[in-house]
């Protein structure tokens, strides 16, 4: 005699994993993701919220374009994460200016990772403004 009744594995549809945020078009990600995500994570350092926009224009010191999240801080104290395309996974530079001066060194950023991520942009970038003594009580 055969078992003809399905299993229950077979009737459950398989759950739809959700998209990752990674995966939003980058003119949402970036706005609708990014900007909120970075500011709240500046101000855990216990900093003030900086000031981002988000626009396409020239990148600093090269004049090329590019995409930019440009971050302004307490103490005229600036920054730029340059896209080279609209994508995330797209290579990426970020300059820094103190004092209100224009910045004068482009820097390589996230160069050695697979994958960028929300998480990973969100860190490092933090982490490199920190490292400026930018955020908080350093």
Known sequence: MT?????????????A????????????????LLLPAL??????????AP???????????????CWMVCGSLPGDKRFWLCF?????????TIALSEGGGDPSL??????DERKTTLALLVSR???RLN??????PN
């Open 3 to 15: 078992d003809s009744a399905p299993t229950a594995a077979a009737e459950k549809p398989a759950k």
């Open 17 to 32: 994993k959700p998209p990752a945020p990674e995966d939003r078009p980058f003119a949402e990600f970036v706005p609708e």
């Open 39 to 48: 500011s709240k994570e500046v101000q855990a350092y216990g900093g003030p």
């Open 51 to 65: 000031e981002l926009s988000f626009s396409q224009g020239p990148m600093p010191v090269v004049g090329s374009d």
């Open 84 to 92: 080279t395309t609209a994508d995330i996974q797209s290579a990426k």
């Open 106 to 111: 482009l820097e390589s950023f996230l160069i």
């Open 125 to 127: 970038l933090v982490q």
């Open 131 to 136: 490292g400026q003594k930018w955020l908080g």
